[in-house]
């Protein structure tokens, strides 16, 4: 019984994410495509990305083939690296690959319906592309009484908004 679990455990140690033909996911090709993407953009050798990864340029060919998987925390140092959100590199990605997902893969059933209505009805604000564009900009401002400032003036904004629309709603 013991050698049946170190089987199972190795075979699935050994197939490091890759579908059953030994393919890699899809999902792993659309993050090598992006970090590739963004390499270029900024017109980076795979050389010189290597180098400020501490890596050889071997490795990123294998990463921008999806011979190798990225881990979380090399996903991170990528997006550090090349000036981009790590939500980057799962932008554009079709719905067919998102599908590849071992989730989708493995899970015996979908979300069951209760589940689905809890996450979508989430307000998440860190969700809006706005207010992470906000963060972003605020972020940058470099002069510290400016950005207390202006600190300020969303919170004032903020708390005035909701009088304004407060207001607007006796009026209706």
Excluded: W
């Amino acid at each position: 019984m013991q050698q049946k679990t170190y089987h199972a455990t190795t075979s699935r140690l050994r197939s490091r994410g890759k579908k059953a033909d030994g393919q890699p996911n899809q999902i792993d090709i659309h993050i090598g495509n992006r970090i590739r993407l963004r390499r270029q953009i900024l017109k980076l050798s795979q050389e010189q990305l290597a180098t400020r990864l501490g890596l050889s340029f071997q490795q990123i060919q294998k990463y921008e083939k999806a011979q190798n998987r990225v881990s979380g925390s090399r996903l991170y140092d990528f997006a550090c690296l090349l000036g981009v959100d790590v939500n980057f590199f799962y932008m554009n990605m079709p719905e067919d690959i998102r599908r590849q997902s071992p989730r989708y893969i493995a899970a015996p059933a979908p979300l069951p319906a209760e589940i689905k209505d809890q996450i979508a009805t989430l307000n998440d604000p860190m969700k809006s592309e706005q207010i992470l564009n906000i963060i972003r900009a605020f972020i940058n401002i470099k002069n510290q009484k400016l950005a207390d400032n202006v600190y300020q003036l969303i919170q004032l904004l903020g708390s005035s908004s909701y009088m304004l629309n407060k207001d607007n709603q006796a009026d209706c």
